[in-house]
């Protein structure tokens, strides 16, 4: 690109806007930031960010709020949320506003710089999507006409298994929850564990069409404990 890419950072703790503003400068990001609510959001919204970092407890206004409101005026704008807390509350209630990621504190700085790297893949490529997918040397799959090849056999798939096929792409460096796939792809919030085998049974339908063995997958793995990866060829 021609330009910088630009990153707002809105967070409340000096030391760690300051660090952060520090790391992304030095990876080559056009970095500002913001240590309130209001002022974070006034520059969210009046200037044009290719991502912002945003807190979730912040002054003055908090970063749910923030969210909801930059989603009402930019359904594409990139955000990763900041949470303190460990648990699955504030991560599930971010996602659900239209958080594209998050990361909890204490984060390691060389995993937020992979998973910002990722958002700005995602969001950048995401409407130039390469409308075919390789797996190992014997699958091909063209997304745009819903079908494939696996060696010989011909196969189809439905509008869902292709979109499932693609977020996994397009995440293909790391294994993809359950939930981010429900949230994602089926758009539901809440009550996320009671919805789990909707992506289960999509898996084992998709399984069916692209492994020689599917109780064996080469391509399209389980992670114990993490969630579903796809091994992309080259």
Not at 40 to 57: E, H, N, P, T, Y
Request: glycine content about 8%.
């Amino acid at each position: 690109m021609s330009r910088k890419i630009r990153i707002l950072i809105v967070e409340d703790e000096t030391a760690i806007r300051t660090g952060l503003k520090d790391v992304l400068v030095y990876h080559g990001y056009d970095v500002d930031d913001a240590a309130d609510g209001p002022s974070g959001l006034q520059k969210a919204v009046s200037g044009r960010f290719d991502l912002i970092l945003l807190d979730v407890m912040l002054p003055g206004l908090d970063g749910f709020e923030i969210c909801e409101r930059i989603r009402a005026d930019d359904r594409e704008q990139a955000i990763i949320m900041l949470t303190a807390k460990s648990g699955d509350e504030d991560v599930i209630a971010g996602l659900s506003l239209g958080a594209d990621d998050y990361v909890s504190k204490p984060f390691s700085v060389a995993q937020l710089v992979l998973r910002i790297r990722a958002v700005l893949r995602r969001t950048r490529i995401g409407m130039e999507m390469d409308h075919r997918i390789r797996l190992g040397e014997d699958v091909e799959i063209d997304t745009r006409n819903l079908c494939g090849q696996r060696g010989a056999e011909k196969v189809a798939f439905t509008r869902r298994e292709i979109e499932i096929l693609q977020y996994l792409k397009l995440n293909s460096d790391r294994p993809v929850p359950r939930d981010e796939l429900l949230n994602k792809l089926w758009g539901y919030a809440k009550d996320l564990g009671i919805e789990t085998r909707t992506v289960d049974i999509h898996i084992a339908k998709l399984r069916r069409k692209l492994e020689p063995d599917p109780s064996q997958p080469r391509h399209l793995i389980t992670v114990r404990g993490a969630g579903y990866r796809l091994l992309v060829a080259e």
